[in-house]
Structures are given as structure tokens and as C-alpha cells.
Nanobody, 126 residues
Framework: QPQLVESGGGLVQPGGSLRLSCAAS????????MGWFRQAPGKEREAVSC????????YYSDSVKGRFTVSRDDSKSTVYLQMNSLKPDDTAIYYC???????????????????WGHGTQVTVSS
């Protein structure tokens, strides 16, 4: 099964930027979606952004729209999350997920995830 490894988390001041990476290895399908989810202490895991390996429009949650940008490099089987103008509310563990033979909407809006990474901590604090 696919293995997902996140990297790029850390401590950043409010207004700063970070770029997360998620490298996938192992089996995948001809059509798949990769996405970023986050879970803050005491809160449920929520979808942040999802992107497919086709031309589907990426999904962004309202809380990150305009600040975060998701992208992918199919040659490296890697998806990125560029996070700008970070706020303390963005503090969470960020998880990479992959779903096979599904859509961006089903993954991000319905939580359809087949495989998870172990997560990377993002802390926004002065």
C-alpha cells in the first residue's frame, strides 16, 4: 500500500511562511487525490486542501483560501502545501492523505481517505 511521508513543519512567527511536502511511495492508481488535513488540540481533524492528479480544481477550506496553495509534482509523487500569512489558529498537526479512484470533493468534503501519513507539527507563535 502507499506510504506517505510528510516534512516541512516547524515553528514560525505569525505572518510567516512554511512549505509542507508529502512524498508518496508504493502502489497508487491511475486516478488519485492527495490532500492535507489538520488537527488542533481538542478539535476534530479538518480538511485543508485537496488536489487530484487530473485537471480537477483543487479544494481549499475557507479558513485557508487565499493564504495556502496546494501543488503537486507527479514526477516525484509529491504534493506540497505552501502556507503564507500564517496565523496562530493554523497551529495543528498537519496530515497528508491519499484516496484512490475518487474526487477532490469526496476526499475533502466527505473525508474519504484511504491512506494517511504520520503528520507534521506546525506551530505559529511569537
Amino acid at each position: 500500500q502507499p506510504q506517505l511521508v510528510e516534512s516541512g513543519g516547524g515553528l514560525v512567527q505569525p505572518g510567516g511562511s512554511l512549505r509542507l511536502s508529502c512524498a508518496a511511495s508504493g502502489y497508487t492508481a491511475n486516478y488519485y487525490v492527495m490532500g492535507w488535513f489538520r488537527q488542533a488540540p481538542g478539535k476534530e481533524r479538518e480538511a485543508v486542501s485537496c488536489i487530484s492528479n487530473s485537471d480537477d480544481r483543487p479544494y481549499y477550506s475557507d479558513s485557508v483560501k487565499g493564504r495556502f496553495t496546494v501543488s503537486r509534482d507527479d514526477s516525484k509523487s509529491t504534493v506540497y502545501l505552501q502556507m503564507n500569512s500564517l496565523k496562530p489558529d493554523d497551529t495543528a498537526i498537519y496530515y497528508c492523505g491519499e484516496a484512490l479512484w475518487t474526487t477532490v470533493e469526496k476526499m475533502c468534503l466527505n473525508g474519504r481517505v484511504d491512506y494517511w501519513g504520520h503528520g507534521t507539527q506546525v506551530t505559529v507563535s511569537s
